[in-house]
């Protein structure tokens, strides 16, 4: 899987977290992937003007990876990786997106001070 988002990262100080890092936390904790209503994810998106300045990549977006969602306290705090696929899939009108998420009570600490 050589993709363009697999150059994500995140830096605050010393601190500094990849998206290969935080697949490769969900994969060692054995986070299944599950459907969730688009409606659910609606709310934590990027403003949309984002959305519309970002058309070619919302088009370009390819919807067989799941996204990637921080949860603090049992809610959806917000999409760490897949907004894109996010916007294409309303715009499909799908109903439910495949989600992984990253339980931030129990994330390592470094996660927790970068996407709490």
Sequence with gaps: MKDIYLNTTWEDGNIKV???DVIKYLDEQKIPIKQVNI????KIL???DYKNKQK?????????YPIIVTVKDGKYKSILDGNHRTYK??????KTLPVRE???????????????
């Design 18 to 20: 990849t998206i290969e």
């Design 89 to 94: 899939a309303i715009q499909q009108d799908l």
């Design 56 to 64: 070619d990549r919302v088009s370009n977006a390819n919807l067989k």
């Design 46 to 48: 990027i403003d949309q």
């Design 102 to 116: 990253l339980n931030l009570n129990v994330a390592p600490e470094e996660f927790k001070t970068l996407f709490s």
């Design 39 to 42: 409606s659910s994810l609606e």
